[in-house]
């Protein structure tokens, strides 16, 4: 009999393949290449970030963006996220409740219409936010991600682009994962001014 492990991380992969059409050619969907190896992804060219966005809304996902480079402290990306996301009045603004908040919008609490693909959460000039805050922005990747593998298990997609004016960034592995380049930038020489 397989380990534990081996029998979950099957089962894992099997799941996350239901969430998708069987049928159709998943190597070749923008959202399946998005999340089948991480699901926080990083841009640097803003163009390659709005087709990807255009994509995704063509395909039925909720989009919610923010302007990171703003962000002066982390009082300012709470603020942000509790409007967009329409969290509860008893929001504690903190990285605790973000998390506790965010679990809840991978159920479907709130957050993002039932009718929706998937949600989308999109975080603009995270270099600047990250350069202020590094280990609040660091730590707010990590919290995105193991929120969305939560919403895979209940049958939601939900992902995060993170767009970054500085082409050399790295984050730590979020939710036990890699932060990964998209499929046009992975490679650094597609990641220098030309």
Do not use: K
Not at 17 to 33: E, G, I, K, S, T
Not at 130 to 148: G, H, K, S, T
């Amino acid at each position: 009999m397989p380990p534990p492990e081996a029998w979950f991380s099957g089962w894992l992969r099997w799941l996350v393949v239901a969430v998708f059409d069987r049928d159709a050619p998943l190597a070749h969907q923008v959202d399946y290449r998005l999340m089948a190896n991480t699901f926080v992804t990083l841009f640097w060219r803003r163009g390659i970030l709005e087709e990807t966005i255009d994509w995704l809304l063509a395909h039925g996902y909720e989009v919610v963006r923010w302007d990171a480079s703003g962000w002066m402290t982390e009082d300012d990306l709470h603020r942000d996220f509790a409007q967009a996301l329409d969290f509860p009045a008893y929001y504690g603004r903190n990285l605790d409740a973000l998390n506790d908040c965010l679990d809840d919008v991978a159920s479907g609490d709130y957050g993002v219409s039932s009718e929706a693909t998937g949600l989308v959460l999109v975080l603009i000039g995270y270099d600047r936010f990250a350069a202020r805050c590094p280990e609040v922005a660091q730590r707010v990747l990590d919290i995105i991600a193991r929120n969305a593998r939560s919403a895979i298990l209940v049958g939601h997609r939900m992902f995060c682009l993170v767009q970054s004016d500085d082409p050399g960034i790295v984050f730590q592995s979020v939710g036990a994962t890699a932060v990964a380049w998209n499929d046009a930038e992975w490679l650094d020489a597609n990641r220098r001014v030309r």
